[in-house]
């Protein structure tokens, strides 16, 4: 199938190209630990491969840009070789990739994310580049909408960083980034930080190894490529309908 891929693209392409395209999607990752077993580049790769497929579902009608590799990703700051970027520099990036776009006649933008810690900062440059820029901008998670196959796929009571669904979403679109010999379950701490979870009265942030000596949270040893197909597709579904309504 084709996609419109920036990164792959010479000017004249761009250009032919942009006689149909409506809107860009731009990847949104972290560069962070993602323990023993998945490489720190999980959630930019991740990001790429999903954006890239979702492309080929809406061709000719967007394209993706390059990704942004790294995130918000403070709480995950005490594992060694992660890099975050702070909120407002997330932001500005994104607000010079959307500006530079526009200037080619790109107006609808979605920010398609694979890491939990940038909602919160995509929620505000939503907001803030809509009305500054004049675009109409979207953000969404990866897999977020596959309720079903997570249902079907998930036992863990506490996941999603580095287990059975992050590693079986990671065996169906990029098995490189996985170290399947060394597969742990989280080793989970108790703490405040149970206090501060989505859902309870009150939330706050707290760093990881609070909550996880090993990195992970959840059961990476349960992670199977049918359930990483499962919830793709799944998810890439939701997304194609919810998109093909703005377009």
């Not at 004049?134 to 796929?153: D, F, L, N």
């Not at 199977?224 to 579904?237: C, F, T």
């Amino acid at each position: 199938m084709k996609a419109y891929l920036l990164t792959e693209m010479t000017w004249p392409e761009v250009k032919e190209a942009l006689q149909t395209v409506k809107l860009a999607i731009i990847p949104i990752g972290a560069h962070e630990q993602h323990g023993p077993h998945m490489k720190e580049s999980c959630d930019a790769v991740l990001a790429t491969e999903m954006s890239n497929k979702l492309a080929e579902r809406l061709y000719p009608y967007v394209l993706v840009t390059p990704t942004v590799n790294m995130g918000v990703s403070i709480h995950h700051i005490n594992f060694p070789g992660t890099i975050t970027l702070q909120p407002d520099t997330l932001i500005r990036v994104l607000r010079d990739m959307v500006w530079s776009l526009k200037q080619h006649g790109i107006n609808k933008f979605l920010f398609l994310n694979s890491h939990g810690g940038n909602q919160s900062t995509l929620s505000v440059a939503c907001t803030t580049l809509t009305h500054e820029l004049g675009v109409q901008i979207y953000y969404a998670k990866t897999t977020a909408s596959a309720k079903e196959a997570m249902k079907k796929h998930i036992s863990s009571t506490l996941y999603g960083h580095s287990c059975e669904r992050e590693v079986s979403e990671a065996l169906y679109l990029a098995p490189h980034l996985i170290h399947m010999d060394r597969l742990e379950k989280g080793d989970i701490r108790e703490g405040q930080w149970r206090l501060l979870r989505p859902g309870n009265a009150i939330q706050g942030t707290y760093q990881y190894e609070e909550m996880t000596a090993n990195g992970c949270i959840g059961d990476a040893t349960k992670a199977s490529y049918e359930a990483g197909q499962e919830m793709v597709e799944e998810a890439l579904d939701n997304l194609t309908e919810s998109l093909l309504q703005f377009l």
